[in-house]
């Protein structure tokens, strides 16, 4: 089993910023989802909530749960939530910039036994070449598709069940985004992995998840396929930075009917 299930989650900052308003997702064993929305929409509180992270940004549930793999984990802290199969490649590419590529990746494989991680380690420089090619090259100095393959690799090396991905396109060129997508689809096929992907790339993540959840605000505002939100004017519109016609005007008009909330 390899499954999350977020119920009516309340988060506040501070204890008085009000981040998420009664969020609800679920992502099934083996099920690539997309948690989509602009900038301020949540995604990250999201992230972090379910990565156990919170208290670290002075953050807290205030109301509702999160169920990984069957057992709540609403206050768990980040350690117990990897036990339970979770790993989460936070934005920002926080690597060790200072060590080497081999040691960031020694750096993640410290609960593997040696032969388990020469094995891992074997698999991620086949599937990476250009981590290889740099493996003694200070994290650093890699390029950003370079850093993105190299969290990839550090994730595998803590063997994850569910895996959670936030905006890993962000400053990447349409190339190298598309790379990382394709790599994101080969992972999850061949480990089995649930993958949770946050993104604001639509398009991007549109090639390899089956369902979207839309959010603004600390909510969500949409949930469906990827067929359906693709579909749906408003959401590739006013969310997912579609055209908008009738212009400036016009979308201000739509925000005032509050259609989502």
């Known amino acids: 089993m390899a499954e999350i299930n977020v119920e009516n989650l309340k988060v506040v900052y501070r204890g008085v910023i009000l981040a998420l308003q009664g969020v609800s997702m679920r992502a099934g064993t083996g099920e690539a ?7 301020g929409a949540g995604k990250s509180t999201l992230v972090r909530a379910m990565a156990g992270l919170l208290p670290q940004y002075d953050g807290r549930v205030l109301d509702g749960k999160i169920v990984i793999n069957g057992q709540e984990a609403n206050h768990l802290p980040a350690l117990k939530v990897a036990e339970l199969g979770l790993t989460a490649i936070l934005e920002g590419r926080p690597i060790f910039r200072y060590l080497t590529v081999t040691e960031n990746l020694r750096a993640a494989a410290h609960k593997l036994s040696p032969q388990r991680q020469k094995e891992i380690t074997d698999e991620i420089f086949t599937r990476f070449p250009r981590i290889y090619e740099r493996r003694f090259e200070q994290g650093g100095y890699l390029s950003g598709g370079e850093q993105q393959m190299l969290l990839l690799g550090m994730a595998l090396l803590t063997e994850p069940k569910i895996l959670v991905v936030d905006e890993p396109s962000l400053g990447l060129s349409p190339k190298l ?11 999850r096929r061949d480990k089995g992995l649930t993958l949770v992907l946050v993104e604001q790339n639509a398009r991007a993540a549109f090639s390899i998840v089956e369902r979207v959840y839309v959010m603004e605000q600390g909510r969500v505002v949409f949930e469906g396929t990827a067929q359906e939100a693709q579909a749906d004017a408003d959401v590739m519109e006013f969310y997912l930075g579609g055209a908008v016609a009738g212009g400036f005007s016009e979308a201000k008009r739509y925000r005032r009917r509050k259609r989502w909330v």
């Open 177 to 187: 985004t598309e790379e990382v997508m394709r790599v994101l689809d080969e992972l």
């Open 33 to 39: 989802i997309a948690l989509l929305g602009p900038n």
